[in-house]
């Protein structure tokens, strides 16, 4: 095994012992010391809860389920945010809004902080790779206890040691790191589906994009670690997976090995990986997320269409219709280029559902660009796009352009949207009458009389049935389209 693992905590390290320099030993000796207080105070009656507020995308999602599998080992219990007495903000920063979201968190968090001095705080994720950010939330918000990055996730059991016993405030903020310490074990909110990180980083500088700043370069997992990890997971319950990559057609270009990133193996790329999972038993759906138009293969489309595993439903990014935008946002494909290649998907998987981002008022953005961007939505008939604003992010090529106008935007995505919207509905309603199979989730939160079940599509129906269902894979007819969900039924 190639990965640094922190997972099977011993139960026999103590305080007096010194502390192991190597990963994961290190950690797994601080879980031990902070699961020897958390059952001091268990004895006192008093069980210590914790509670993860997550901010941004699946990476970030699959992050803190990661944390919440260490806290778990640790002999915390989950909790809701107000009952906590640990809460950890896992941030992004993709977007400036995202960072004003975490702000108007603490601001509240300030007076909880009074009720309860012994509330630990701790801050961690994207936002935390900016050192102008560390300042502000050091100077502004110093009731904060933990303060770590996206490199050292790993380092949780001993932050909250640190804080803890030596009364100081665990600031690590680290750069990038040469080797990888990987965390086994997270906690999931369904058992039975899971993401699983193919590779960390990115290289691909589009000129928006504030990701390859505070995620760092391209490190790809090893193919055998990453199939052992799907195995592990299928043997747990695990039947849906979604392999996460911030481009995974990258996947392969750097391996990393604990003690250094070292060089592809050319042959093993993305399409060779995903067939691989496909061939574990026992695993019965494959999603992945997220592949960049500038390299999707013919032999990914290939693999795809060889394998009813993997999900009929490609998220692929467009960004704009400009070639011209396209060109100025560093993303290496032409409008053509990118309908030859939906074209192309759709010819290969006719049942596919296509989704994708458009990111409106990139600086320079005219209105024969945006009426480029409207013409591929035409085009490639998306059943979903996620539609945003362009934020300004320091220290990126584009922050240092001339910006669009504030209400020029504005009106340009109004418009956006309604023909997104116009277009998805349709497209979403395609399967009206239908019987397909569905992951059944979980019980509906409004409806308890309804479970909540998964097409392969990634759109979801409500229908009622038995709770054993949960986690089971059923056919259900979508006996109706309500834009972006359907109501079913189990056929008799
Ligand atoms: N402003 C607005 N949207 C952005 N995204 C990435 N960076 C920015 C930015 N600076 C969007 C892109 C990407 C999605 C995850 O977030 O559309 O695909
Ligand atoms: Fe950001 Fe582009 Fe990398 Fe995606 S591919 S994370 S948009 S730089």
């Known amino acids: 095994m190639d990965e640094r693992v922190i997972s099977n905590i011993p139960e026999a390290y103590h305080v007096n012992e010194p502390v192991p320099e190597q990963e994961p030993e290190r950690q797994e000796f601080f879980v031990s010391l902070c699961r020897n207080m958390i059952k001091a105070n268990r004895e006192e009656g008093r069980i210590l809860r914790y509670a993860i507020v997550t901010f941004g995308c699946q990476m970030n999602a699959h992050d803190s389920d990661r944390m919440r599998g260490l806290l778990e080992q640790i002999g915390y219990?989950?909790?809701?945010?107000?009952?906590?007495?640990?809460?950890?903000?896992?941030?992004?920063?993709?977007?400036?809004?995202?960072?004003?979201?975490?702000?108007?968190?603490?601001?509240?968090?300030?007076?909880?902080?009074r009720e309860n001095k012994d509330l630990l705080i701790g801050i961690c994720g994207c936002m935390m790779q900016q050192p102008e950010v560390v300042e502000h939330i050091r100077k502004s918000y110093p009731f904060v206890d933990i303060l770590f990055g996206t490199y050292n996730l790993h380092r949780l059991p001993e932050l909250i040691y640190l804080r803890l016993y030596e009364d100081k405030h665990a600031i690590e903020i680290l750069p990038e790191p040469r080797e990888h310490v990987e965390i086994r074990g997270a906690k999931r909110k369904y058992p039975f589906k899971s993401g699983v990180n193919i590779m960390y980083g990115c290289n691909n500088f589009c000129t928006y994009c504030i990701v390859p700043y505070v995620r760092g370069r391209e490190r790809s997992r090893t193919p055998e670690d990453i199939l052992q990890d799907v195995r592990d997971l299928v043997q747990d319950g695990v039947c849906e997976i979604m392999l996460l990559g911030q481009n995974v057609n990258s996947y392969g270009t750097n391996f990393m090995e604990p003690s250094a990133i070292i060089d592809a193996d050319p042959d093993f790329g993305f399409p060779k990986l995903l067939d691989a999972v496909c061939q574990i038993p026992?695993?019965?759906?494959?999603?992945?997320?997220t592949p960049h138009p500038k390299?999707?293969?013919?032999?990914?489309?290939?693999?795809?269409?060889?394998?009813?595993k993997v999900c009929r439903h490609i998220h692929l990014p467009v960004q704009s219709g400009s070639t011209e935008v396209l060109r100025k946002m560093n993303r290496r494909y032409t409008k053509e280029h990118y309908l030859t290649l939906v074209q192309k998907i759709r010819e290969a998987l006719p049942d596919v559902s296509l989704t994708t981002d458009i990111m409106i008022g990139f600086p320079g953005e005219t209105e024969a660009d945006f009426q480029e961007t409207l013409d591929v939505v035409r085009q490639a008939q998306y059943d979903q796009a996620y539609?945003?604003?362009?934020?300004?992010?320091t220290g990126t090529p584009a922050a240092v352009m001339e910006q669009v106008p504030e209400d020029v935007v504005k009106d340009r995505f109004d418009r956006l949207l309604k023909v997104v919207s116009e277009i998805a509905h349709?497209?979403?309603?395609?399967?009206?009458?239908?019987?397909?199979?569905?992951?059944?989730?979980?019980?509906?939160?409004?409806?308890?009389?309804?479970?909540?079940?998964?097409?392969?599509?990634?759109?979801?129906?409500?229908?009622?049935?038995?709770?054993?269902?949960?986690?089971?894979?059923?056919?259900?007819?979508?006996?109706?389209?309500?834009?972006?969900?359907?109501?079913?039924?189990?056929?008799?």
């Not at 990634?458 to 709770?467: A, P």
């Open 426 to 492: 349709t497209r979403c309603g395609r399967f009206e009458g239908q019987t397909v199979e569905v992951l059944v989730e979980e019980r509906n939160a409004q409806d308890p009389n309804l479970l909540t079940g998964r097409l392969e599509n990634n759109l979801l129906v409500h229908f009622s049935g038995e709770d054993s269902l949960i986690g089971q894979f059923v056919q259900v007819k979508l006996t109706k389209a309500h834009g972006f969900y359907y109501t079913g039924e189990i056929p008799s």
């Open 295 to 308: 390299d999707l293969s013919d032999e990914l489309i290939d693999v795809i269409r060889r394998n009813p």
């Open 387 to 393: 539609t945003f604003i362009y934020s300004r992010r």
């Open 77 to 113: 219990v989950e909790a809701p945010e107000k009952e906590a007495d640990l809460v950890i903000y896992n941030t992004c920063t993709v977007r400036e809004n995202a960072n004003q979201k975490l702000y108007g968190h603490l601001g509240q968090l300030k007076a909880l902080k």
């Open 282 to 289: 026992g695993l019965q759906r494959v999603r992945f997320m």
